[in-house]
């Protein structure tokens, strides 16, 4: 594939859920189908990207002709995406695990036998924020950083507080609420937040958010 918008342009996805273990059988994980992210890989290679598709553990096949690059958690994400840069754009589609077992066992975690105080205790530490790393970066930052903003409750003043906070560009922001059926569904409604303020997409597709998305980067890239 030659020509198109994106030619020449290098651009990295962040895509699905990541995994943090607890111990070499048990994880914690979250409900990321990796849907829109790989959507979103597909048609910006269909623009002509080159792009580099750093995945965790999702249930959605990688698109073709992108390099792909496996992790299971966000700090081995971290280090995919720094590994990959520098890039023109980067969409963070991740589902990134906030937190992670502070120190997951090396064996098994056993049952313990007697009724009372056989209970696990699970200690958490805080992974890094890798939307927020790459935008805040002083060398080597990408021209345009895009953000999620996965929210259940006032969306937009959220997804924009969230903009200001991270240092992204933009900032795609929907609403999760588990009625709206969009995790792991086909569909998607997205508002955009940029430097100008919201602006909210119809319900669509998530390959026709991906295709919008697409086309709106080649725009500002070009
Ligand atoms: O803070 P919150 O998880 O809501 O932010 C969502 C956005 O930040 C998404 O674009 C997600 O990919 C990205 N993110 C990240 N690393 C984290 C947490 C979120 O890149 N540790």
Known sequence: LVGGPLAGKRVLVTSGPTHEPIDPVRYIANRSSGAQG?????ALRALGAEVVFVTG???????EDVE???????QEMLAA????????????????????????????????????????????????????RVSQMNEGRPALVI??????????????????????????????????GIMGGAHNAVTLIDSE?????????????????????AQTLG
């Open 197 to 217: 303020g919201a602006q909210s997409w119809p319900r669509m597709t998530k390959a026709e958010v991906a295709s919008r998305l697409a086309e709106r980067i």
């Open 38 to 42: 790989t959507a979103i890989a597909k």
């Open 147 to 180: 953000g999620f903003a996965a929210e259940t409750d006032d969306v937009i003043d959220n997804a924009t507080a969230k903009r200001k906070r991270k240092g992204c560009d933009w900032i795609l922001a929907n609403d999760v609420s588990h009625a709206t």
């Open 68 to 74: 792909v690059k496996r992790v299971e958690t966000a």
């Open 81 to 132: 995406v720094e590994a990959a840069l520098p890039v023109d754009a980067a969409v963070f589609a991740a589902a990134v695990a906030d937190w992670r077992v502070a120190s997951a066992s090396d064996s098994k975690m056993k049952k313990q036998p007697g009724e009372k105080g056989g209970l696990p205790v699970l200690e958490f530490a805080e992974n890094p924020d890798i939307l927020a």
């Open 57 to 63: 553990p999702a249930d959605a096949a990688p698109p």
